[in-house]
Structures are given as C-alpha cells and as structure tokens.
C-alpha cells in the first residue's frame, strides 16, 4: 500500500464513519477546512481533555484561562505579527498556479504546468482580516487570531495577581486560530481554521533551557501515552533559520505521517520577548515581583504549542490498519481506549426473544462510566466490522444463552479474542480492562 493510498482511505474512513467530513459538502466544500461528525468530536473532546487534564488540572503549577478570539488590533503589532508574520509568495504567470516559494525551486518549471515563468517573490501575511462593527474603515479592522498565545500574554498581569502564582508557573488555553496559509494540505494537517492548545510557562529567565528541555520530554511522552506508536515520534532541534520572529530556540515534536516527519508540537523558548513587547507598546509594568530579591523580573517564557486537528489525524494515521482475517479484509482503527469515541458497543444478536431489551439495559448500566452504543442493524459479522472501523475495543453481544445464564460474550478488538462474562460483573470487568 503505498503512502498516499494510506490518506485516501483514511480520509474515505472518516467520511465513512462519521469522523470527519469536508465542510459545506452540499455546494462543494471548502478547500481545505473541516468539520467533526459524531464519532470525530468525541474523538476531538477526549484529545482535548486528556490535554487539560495532564497540563492544567493535574499539575500544581499551571492554570487555565480561555479568552476571546477577537482582540484590539494593538496585539498584533505589539507582538509583530503584522510586520513579521509572512510567508514568500509566488505566482505562476503561465497557469497562475501560486506557491510558498520556499516550498518549491525556483530554478526548475512550475509544478502544474511545466513552464518556468515566475512572478518576483513577494511577502503575504497570514492573518485573516474583518471588521469589528458596523464600520468598514481602517479604524475597524481586527485580526482572528493567529495563535491564542497572545491572549494569554496580554492577561499575564491579571493572572498573575488573581492566582497570586510565583515563578515558574503556566498559563494555557484550548482555542481556535487562524491563518491564511497559501498552501493547504494533507487533510488535517494544514488547514486555515484550526484549534490550538497552548501553554505558556512563565520562569527565571537564567531557567530558560532546563525549563525547555523538560517541557519537550513532557510532550513527547504525552503523544506516546495516547498510544502513539514510539518509533515513529521524535524531538528535532530547530536551525537557527527555521526559528519564528520570536523564538531563540525550538523543539518540534515530530511524528512519521505518511507524507514524511512532520511536526505535530513546537516547545520554544520566547525569552520574556512578548512581555516585553506588551510592556512597551501597552505602557504597562508586566513584570513579577521577586519577594526574596525585592526585585521587579520580567519572566521567559517556554511555550507549549500544540495542534488539536494534527494530534487527531496523528491518532487516526497511527491507528489505521488493513489485516486478513480468514481470507477476508478487515480494516480497524487500534485506537487507544483513552481516545476512542466509543469504548463499549452492545449488539443484540437478534431482534427478538427480549435480546434488545437486555441490549439496552447494559446499555443504561455501562452509560455513566463508558461510552456505550446500541447496534442492532445487520449480521452479526457485519457490526463487528463497523466497530473495528469506529475503534471500538470492546463488543458485547447478547445470544441465547444469555437468556438462560446472563452471560453475555465480550469481544476485545485487535485480537478478536473472545470470552463469556457475566452480565452484572461487566462495569467491573470494562474498569479492569481499561486502567
Ligand atoms: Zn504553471
């Protein structure tokens, strides 16, 4: 199976199942962005949890916040995205086909249409541009946000003073951004419209690389806790000329996709950069207040900054599968039972002899701990195989003898193994299992 078959399939999956679907299908899309069907969302929100849960919630040294994405457009020349946040632009002026001209070579003919005639190379900024009211002048404009880290730089005084946190400390947030990037691609991965999550550890500023290197270690290991195959995940150390306009130093989580290692995480160091830059811009003190030193310190700052979308189409990458069973073509997502949208899927084997009513009566029992589904439609073999393709790891089927004895089989998904437990043991059973 070649790579780029991998993403096809992958994507017809996801269609398929409802994990994923092309926004405004209907009048045929648009290019490049996304929406979450049934499955996908759960998905989504698991990812999104566990990320809130290991960053924010079960740490003492961190705290969350959520602001808006519309800001006063000061940010963002403060923070030098309106001067510095571009990406060179070409165009080709036979087929008019445009590129990111550091993407392709410029020496060799257009990749659409074989001629070589280049438009100059030329600075395109990626932040997306309404208007704030009812107004269409100058004075209106506002940025969706490019990234939610700003939002979070421009609060640092408040959170500061209303957590009262001393140094180190973080501050993160789950949100959407924005960019309008010339080139889009391999499904998930680069889109326009995106959700982030970023954390923002604030630290002594002669802390700065011990800070960077736990960061990085942390993240890594969180994308294998979610059962992200080890071999295919990294750390890569940023040259010095692929740095963003703020970075003095950067890591990249990178993962083996289909189209090459790409970066799924950046850990960066931001030095006290953005506070700075606030500071001057704002007119105001952004600084924390050293009791022991009686010293007023502008902290670094080692970011975080992670992608909802990337890390869901990693799982789904990592997960998909293609085995022969018995002559016959399975395909199964092996997703981890912490991410998987469903955990525990319960088929009547019939649709008679009280067999759905009992369905639906586990179903009521598991519903508070697991996310239970009811399936009744078709052959037995038939739902197995659409549970396989929604990564469900467990199957419950009720049958006849379960009418007598109240046992029921449980089928575990990537071996297929299967074995009869006894109705009122299966929460017990299903919290064994999956701790
Ligand atoms: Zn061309």
């Given at each position: ?68 994405i519309f ?56 932040m997306l541009k309404t ?11 506002v940025y969706l946000r490019p ?30 951004a924005f ?257």
């Open positions: 199976m070649t790579d780029s078959k991998i993403m096809d399939k992958l994507v017809s999956l996801c269609k398929r199942r409802g994990f994923i679907f092309q926004s405004s299908d209907i009048y045929g899309g648009l290019e490049a962005t996304y929406d979450y069907g049934p499955l996908g969302v759960e998905l989504k929100n698991n990812v999104k949890q566990l990320w809130w849960r290991d960053v924010v919630t079960s740490r003492t040294d961190v705290v969350g916040m959520d602001a808006a800001m006063n457009s000061k940010v963002w020349e403060a923070s030098g995205h309106v001067s510095e946040f571009h990406d060179p632009m070409v165009d080709c002026k036979n087929c008019k086909a445009r590129f990111r001209a550091d993407h392709i070579d410029l020496e060799k003919n257009c990749p659409t249409c074989g001629v070589k005639e280049w438009t100059d190379a030329r600075q395109f900024n990626l208007h704030y009211g009812p107004s269409e002048d100058s004075s209106s404009v990234e939610t880290a700003q939002g979070i730089f421009v609060n640092f005084a408040n959170a500061v003073t209303t957590s009262r946190a001393k140094l180190p400390f973080g501050i993160a947030q789950i949100g959407k960019r309008n990037e010339i080139t889009t691609g391999n499904f998930l991965f680069r889109s326009r419209e995106f959700e982030q999550m970023e954390m923002e550890f604030f630290v002594k500023p002669d802390e700065t690389s011990e800070w960077l290197e736990y960061w990085s270690n942390a993240r890594l290991d969180w994308y294998k806790s979610l059962g992200v195959t080890e071999k295919k995940l990294k750390l890569r150390l940023h040259e010095d000329n692929e740095l963003a306009h703020y970075a003095a130093a950067c890591f990249d989580v990178e993962y083996e996709f289909p189209f090459g290692w790409s970066e799924l995480e950046g850990i960066a160091d931001r030095g006290s950069y953005d506070l700075d830059q606030h500071a001057q811009h704002s007119g105001k003190k952004l600084t924390w207040f050293d009791s022991k030193t009686n010293e007023h310190i502008t902290p670094a700052v080692v970011e975080a900054s992670a992608g909802v979308d990337r890390t869901v189409l990693t799982i789904l990458v990592d997960a998909y599968h293609e085995e022969e069973v018995k002559g016959e073509q399975r395909v199964v997502l092996k997703l981890n039972p912490k991410v998987a949208p469903i955990t525990v899927a319960v088929f009547p084997l019939v649709n008679r002899d009280g067999m759905p009513e009992i369905a639906e009566k586990i179903i009521d029992d598991l519903k508070g701990d697991f996310a239970a589904f009811f399936d009744a439609g078709g052959s037995i073999g038939r739902r197995y195989r659409r549970q396989d393709e929604a990564g469900t790891p467990y199957g419950v089927t009720v049958d006849s003898d379960t009418l007598t004895d109240q046992t029921v089989t449980v089928r575990e998904r990537d071996s297929m193994a299967q074995e009869r437990v006894a109705m009122d043991q299966l929460s017990s059973y299903f919290r064994d299992k999956l701790r």
